[in-house]
């Protein structure tokens, strides 16, 4: 039996599809996985034992760098989060929310705003680009932008969120035009409706790198993931980090105290007042939760 490591793209009724030395291998799971109660996701770095046949068994599962659970996948590297300048008008609190959940897993998020030849998105570069975190502005259209987008794909494995009609699915045509053919095969396959499975995906890019689609849902929903606790919140922040230390009161919510260096912060405009509020926004949300309450 041959020995690899490999890349889990996807995963269907008990087989795992698995990259391993350009090819692609459908392996099982060994039973002492279930035993102990693991489960192989894509995303997984697995080692595998490959037969003449082409038909292999999952070994073992290597370190997982993150994980997010709806839908199960492991070891994105980089979030983009999609928000278009108008139609849909951007949520400056949908964004953040996706950012922080991002930054919770120790994912790397970036903001792209679409649209832009119907309207210029420069109020939004100017929020995220103080706050250290990388922003895109592309049009489908015009092609502004598309290549820079490409580019930070590469030799990454990437998932795309953001709401229905932001323009995310143009965007990856735009990226790689064989991205349309591959998720209209998924859809076939497996149908569209209430009943489609919300199966994640790895789709590999001509370009090089990966990006995970949810077919029928066509983004990972970070919304979704478990809520971050509300001491755990102000590090999901990155632009409080230095200011964080050096409040008055050690326990300092951030939110209203006297002393608070974050707040003094945002009154020198160092920090973006609309990070701020959206921070304040979640802090309300978790505030009072129970531990039972926080999954």
Not at 102 to 116: F, G, L, R
């Amino acid at each position: 039996m041959e020995q690899l490591n490999g890349l889990i793209m996807k995963g269907i009724g008990g087989f795992y599809y698995v990259e391993a030395a350009d090819q692609i291998y459908t392996c099982k799971a060994r039973g002492v996985f279930r035993k102990k109660g693991m489960t192989p996701f894509v995303g997984d770095r697995v080692e595998i034992s490959v037969d003449p046949d082409g038909t292999g068994l999952i070994e073992s599962i290597l370190p997982r760098k993150n994980f997010l659970t709806r839908p199960p996948v492991a070891n994105i590297d980089q979030v983009i989060v999609v928000t278009s300048v108008c139609d849909p008008s951007p949520n400056p609190l949908l964004i953040d929310k996706a950012i922080a959940a991002a930054e919770d897993k120790e994912i790397e998020p970036v903001v792209v705003v679409s649209k832009t030849d119907l309207q210029g998105g420069e109020w939004l570069r100017e929020i995220y680009e103080k706050a250290g975190i990388r922003f895109f502005a592309v049009s489908s259209i015009t092609g502004e932008g598309v290549a820079e987008v490409r580019a930070l794909l590469k030799g990454k494995i990437t998932a795309f969120t953001g709401n229905s009609g932001v323009g995310k699915s143009s965007l990856l045509n735009g990226i790689d035009e064989t991205y349309a053919l591959q998720t209209g095969e998924i859809s076939q396959k497996l149908g569209r409706g209430r009943h489609t499975t919300r199966q994640v995906e790895l789709l590999k890019l001509a370009g090089g790198g990966y990006v995970a689609d949810t077919p029928g849902f066509s983004s990972i929903n970070l919304e979704q993931c478990d809520l971050i606790r509300k001491e755990n919140l102000q590090f999901s922040f990155r632009e409080f980090a230095p200011y964080i230390n050096a409040c008055k009161f050690p326990s300092c919510s951030h939110t209203c105290e006297k002393g608070c260096a974050v707040l003094e912060a945002v009154r020198e405009g160092v920090i973006h007042p609309s990070r701020h509020e959206s921070y304040v926004a979640m802090y309300n949300e978790v505030k009072d939760l129970k531990e039972w309450e926080m999954k």
